[in-house]
């Protein structure tokens, strides 16, 4: 049985991290496979700035760094920032998948542009870094958003009559005032609204949570994982720096929610 461990960038309690695991129920996968959720201890609050995606790079690639020792056979990143991927592939040789990556590729084997439809304006900087990273920029017909505060706990749990209209048009003037041939969600906290879209929307919908678990499954069936070249082991390790940074963010997270 492999065993791939997803990392969530929010330290989220029980029904948050259901609420995560809830997308693996929109993706057909063998038996052979399992995935376990796991939150951070201790990160950003909504991952809408570059104060926030910096201490999303150390919270998440702290909660994977083990995940080889720990006998993972997989990572997948809970979010589509990407975030943490690329220090977990420079440590560890089992596959790491990132959802934005993954998304705006799997985008390009469907269409030849694409639209990201999003929640939040304040996302809207983590797309343009990830297309921009991959030089896709000419491919990108736009980017949309509804501008709804997210919930990150909940997501869009009782919100489902407001937001899933307004995500359907949105995404309908990405398609026929932007020309996107192929929609990628812009959030894994927006999975709940996918099925709909699927149904409402002309274009292929890719939702990027399930995307990465099928990725993890394929890489791993064919025994596949990155390459030390473009990602290489670092010269002088330091996972127990990561731990102590943390060990110390999580204690002072208590405190303030203490006083």
Not at 35 to 51: I, M, Q
Not at 77 to 93: A, E, K, P, Y
Request: proline letters at 7%; a negative charge.
């Amino acid at each position: 049985m492999a065993r791939v461990l997803v990392i969530v960038p929010f330290p989220l309690g029980e029904s948050g991290m259901a609420n995560r695991a809830d997308q693996l129920g929109k993706v057909d996968l063998g038996p052979g496979i399992e995935f376990e959720f796991r939150g951070v201890r201790a990160g950003p609050a909504l991952l809408d700035s570059g104060h926030d995606t910096g201490l999303a790079e150390v919270a998440l690639a702290e909660v994977g760094i083990r995940a080889q020792e720990e006998g993972y056979d997989a990572v997948c990143i809970d979010t589509m920032s990407d975030s943490g991927v690329n220090i977990l592939r420079s440590f560890l040789d089992i596959p790491v998948i990132g959802p934005g990556r993954a998304s705006y590729l799997t985008a390009l084997m469907l269409g030849d542009t694409f639209s990201v439809l999003t929640q939040w304006d304040g996302w809207i900087p983590i797309y343009k870094k990830g297309v921009r990273e991959l030089g896709l920029e000419s491919h990108l017909a736009s980017i949309r958003s509804i501008n709804m505060l997210p919930d990150v706990d909940n997501l869009l749990g009782g919100k489902e009559d407001v937001v899933f209209p307004l995500l359907r048009e949105a995404g309908m003037a990405c398609i026929e005032e932007d020309g996107a041939q192929v929609i990628c969600m812009g959030s894994t906290t927006m999975h709940q609204a996918v099925p709909y879209l699927q149904e409402q929307l002309p274009v292929p919908v890719i939702n990027p949570g399930p995307l990465s678990y099928k990725l993890a499954e394929l890489v791993l069936g064919l025994g596949l994982t990155q390459s030390r070249k473009a990602y290489p082991f670092p010269n002088v390790p330091k996972p127990e720096m990561l731990a102590a940074m943390m060990e110390a963010a999580e204690a002072s997270e208590r405190a303030v929610k203490g006083a």
